[in-house]
Nanobody
Framework: QVQLAESGGGLVLPGGSLKLSCVAS????????MGWYRQGPGKERELVAT???????NYADSVKGRFAISRENGKTTVVLQMNSLKPEDTAVYYC???????????????WGQGTQVTVSS
């Protein structure tokens, strides 16, 4: 059973920083892309940042220069460092991984349960 466990959300003042982490666990043979998506109040889920297995990154225009995504721990952990946070960054942030796990013959998409990030004074 594959699980993506997120941590690091919370309440922060505008201009502040937060670090989100997501650890993939289970019998995993290979992980392709990992990333973060978010869903703000009344909005659809949107891409924040992704990182491939070879370290190539992609960011939403709204977070470029403020957020940084990386992978750690043998690439089973994805980290999102968020700086210069704005109220419009308020959302539930979801971890995503495209991986190959026991019981499957293909790479499948998995999602974390989400972690709330609130930017407010």
């Amino acid at each position: 059973q594959v699980q993506l466990a997120e941590s690091g959300g919370g309440l922060v003042l505008p201009g502040g920083s937060l670090k989100l982490s997501c650890v993939a666990s289970g019998t995993i043979f290979s992980i392709n892309n990992m990333g973060w998506y978010r869903q703000g109040p009344g909005k659809e889920r949107e891409l924040v940042a992704t990182i491939t297995n070879d370290g190539s990154t992609n960011y939403a225009d709204s977070v470029k220069g403020r957020f940084a995504i990386s992978r750690e721990n043998g690439k089973t952990t994805v980290v999102l460092q968020m700086n210069s946070l704005k109220p419009e960054d308020t959302a539930v942030y979801y971890c995503h991984a495209n991986l190959w796990a026991r019981g499957s013959r293909v790479f499948d998409d998995y999602w974390g349960q989400g972690t709330q990030v609130t930017v407010s004074s």
